[in-house]
């Protein structure tokens, strides 16, 4: 069936959208065919920008990023950073790693395509990882902010609570988050969670003598 050319998005529509944020195949399958034929040009405009276009057609997203700098030995023009780079903090690095293995595992279940988790699921997917101390209400309130970051950041989504409002949330983890979260990254993380953990437990174990001593 070929697509009608009148009222297919335009050059212009497709860039403003990829300036905006990540473009999802699910949300406009019209904008989403447009950039599919028009993708060479896409890049060709926004390697003047020093951006490429990282497009995943089988995940159904794509979105712009920064080229890599030049090294220190390159005399090539170091261009300003139209997109900028983002500290994560240590909550929100550790929420992602657990959501990519998550995601990881769910994928090699070879179910579906959707990966949904409670905010209770969420919470203790973490939960672990965290220093005695919180109490319940606490670490609820703690989670929720960092759950709002991965939304902000367009890794979690939030889904409509069906029938009553007052119950847990539902998020779906969206897919775009192996884009993002390679197996560099993770590996990088892993270790430096390894150290945490054992920081943390040593901290416990320190807790729980003083408590028998006493």
Not at 77 to 99: D, G, N, T
Not at 150 to 167: Q, R, V
Not at 184 to 213: H, I, N
Request: no cysteine; glycine share 6%; charged share 30%.
């Amino acid at each position: 069936m070929e697509q009608d050319i009148t009222s297919a998005p335009d050059l212009s529509t497709l860039l403003i959208g990829l300036l905006k944020g990540v473009q999802y195949r699910e949300q406009d399958e019209n904008q989403w065919a447009a950039l599919l034929n028009l993708q060479a040009r896409v890049r060709d405009y926004v390697a003047v920008l020093n951006l490429d276009l990282v497009l995943d057609e089988a995940e159904g997203h794509a979105f712009l990023k920064s080229r890599p700098e030049p090294a220190e030995d390159d005399s090539s023009p170091r261009l300003p950073r139209l997109i900028a780079r983002r500290q994560l903090s240590f909550p929100v690095s550790l929420l992602l790693a657990l959501l990519r293995k998550k995601l990881a595992e769910f994928d090699a279940s070879g179910g579906d395509t959707r990966l949904v988790l409670s905010r209770d699921e969420i919470v203790d997917l973490v939960r672990v990882f965290l220093p005695d101390g919180p109490n319940e209400a606490r670490l609820i309130d703690q989670m929720e902010t960092t759950i709002n970051k991965a939304i902000e950041l367009g890794f979690l989504h939030k889904l409509k609570t069906a029938g009553s409002a007052t119950g847990p949330a539902s998020y779906e983890v969206r897919r775009i988050l192996k884009a993002f979260v390679d197996a560099q990254w993770l590996a990088e993380f892993d270790a430096r969670l390894a150290v945490y953990q054992s920081a943390l437990s040593a901290t416990r174990t320190g807790k729980g003598k003083g408590a028998r001593d006493a």
